[in-house]
């Protein structure tokens, strides 16, 4: 299955609103495809979707943030093409495992306290990013 450029290669997550896989482009680079078809969800919720999405698109890189790369509305949906914020393989085509804070300090008894306080920075840069926008996540990772 494709979206425009992009081969989707595996799914990765799924939520209330649609379906992310990576994905590869046709030079061979790998994003995250979030698919939104408005069948799947219906109308109400697949407008808020999209009104989230152009919001989310709006609003400049920093840090906290996944950087949008491109919104394609289509007759069935839209789909939105974001980097691959959490794979530990760094976006190679040969595979993804998300990289997951139980991972991070797997064999550890607790993250040092100094990259507790950077990932608190970024998480805390990111969601007043949103804030400003006025747009809300309802999963924090």
């Not at 494709?2 to 030079?27: D, F, H, N, P």
């Not at 979030?34 to 989230?52: I, M, P, Q, S, T």
């Not at 491109?70 to 691959?84: A, H, K, R, S």
């Not at 190679?92 to 507790?116: F, H, M, N, Q, W």
Request: proline share 3%.
């Amino acid at each position: 299955m494709t979206c425009g450029q992009w081969k989707l290669a595996q799914e990765i997550g799924r939520g209330a609103y649609g379906v992310v896989y990576r994905a590869i482009g046709s030079a061979g680079e790998c994003a995250a495809v979030k698919v939104c078809r408005r069948d799947a969800v219906g109308d109400e919720c697949y407008e808020r979707e999209l009104r989230g999405a152009k919001l989310f698109r709006s609003i400049p890189p920093q840090e906290g943030l996944v950087r949008m790369r491109d919104l394609v509305e289509t007759d069935w949906g839209f789909y939105t093409v974001l980097d691959l914020a959490d794979d530990e393989f760094d976006g190679s085509s040969d595979g993804y495992r998300p990289k997951t804070l139980a991972r991070v300090i797997a064999g550890e008894k607790a993250l040092p306290l100094k990259e507790c306080v950077k990932l608190a920075i970024s998480l805390a840069n990111g969601l007043s990013a949103l804030q400003r926008h006025h747009l809300l996540h309802r999963d924090i990772k």
